[in-house]
């Protein structure tokens, strides 16, 4: 099993930055991929951005490209999701979701590819 525990959410106003944190537990997190997913309210859940285990490649949904960054620090056991110019659509729950891979350079972009969740951050965007 793997926990993860997001946060860094809140409120912020539009063209601000947050910086999202995610903190996994319980097995080795190198041997996972990461990603950000997010839902906001009546939507579906969509993907953010994901990165591979080691951190060389990364992935990001046309919608935050350019503006928001994941990495992650393997020492640390936590991966990080950077947002800047923040725009209200924006706003929704950011959840980071773990999947066992230790594949050079792969990075997965679709919710039922990930095998552990945690249970979300808020991140709302006024304008």
């Known amino acids: 099993q793997v926990q993860l525990v997001e946060s860094g959410g809140g409120l912020v106003q539009a063209g601000g930055s947050l910086r999202l944190s995610c903190a996994a537990s319980?097995?080795?997190?190198?041997?996972?991929?990461m990603g950000w997913f997010r839902q906001a309210p009546g939507k579906e859940r969509e993907f953010v951005a994901g990165?591979?285990?080691?951190?060389?490649?990364?992935y990001y949904a046309d919608s935050v490209k350019g503006r928001f960054t994941i990495s992650r620090d393997n020492a640390e056991n936590t991966v990080y999701l950077q947002m800047n110019s923040l725009k209200p659509e924006d706003t929704a729950v950011y959840y980071c979701?773990?999947?066992?891979?230790?594949?050079?350079?792969?990075?997965?972009?679709?919710?039922?590819?990930?095998?552990?969740w945690g249970q979300g951050t808020q991140v709302t965007v006024s304008s």
């Open positions: 979701a773990a999947k066992g891979s230790r594949g050079w350079g792969i990075v997965f972009s679709t919710g039922y590819e990930y095998d552990y």
């Open positions: 319980g097995r080795t997190f190198s041997n996972y991929a």
């Open positions: 990165i591979s285990w080691s951190g060389d490649s990364t």
